[in-house]
């Protein structure tokens, strides 16, 4: 999907995003490749994962699937198609997840796409915030998602913004 970022954090108002949606990120098709790169990468030899053979005859699948956390560790890329860093951007952490559920397996060579609403940003301190994005990724042909979560996520700016600064010093 061919979108404009949403440039959050140097949006004059970025409170007005909370509770609103970010974007959808474009699919990505999950490859043998990739899988077995990834279980080479985890030293994780599933057979679930990495023998299609084996699958064929033994897996519910009759295919081979995606290691859950490979599905995770696609996030990165997803939100970064949909939501542009603030220019004066010093770092941005993954701070982790509230909730990290893998709902339903993605089978080989099927695409998954990412769908992110801001759920809260606040102010750890001037030039420092914390968003949590409501993450749902899509599995190509599937009824149910492949992933849910609360995606924590951590930015240090060079400058402060009073609008998020202030907001969070009134609670």
Known sequence: MTQTPINVLDDPDPARWIGREIGTSSWIRVTQPMIDAFGRTTKDWDKMHVDPGWCKTNSPFGTTISFGFLTVSLLTAMLNEVLARP?????????????????????????????????????????????????????????????????????????????????????
């Open 87 to 171: 220019t004066d951007e010093v770092a941005t952490l993954n701070y982790g997840f509230d909730r990290l559920r893998l709902i339903s397996p993605v089978p080989v060579d099927h695409q998954v796409r990412g769908h992110f609403a801001l759920k809260s940003l606040t102010a750890r301190r001037p030039g420092r915030y914390q968003a949590i994005y409501a993450v749902t990724v899509e599995a190509e042909g599937q009824s149910k998602p492949a992933l849910i979560a609360d995606w924590l996520v951590v930015t240090d700016t060079s400058r402060p913004r009073a609008s998020i600064d202030m907001t969070d010093a009134a609670e």
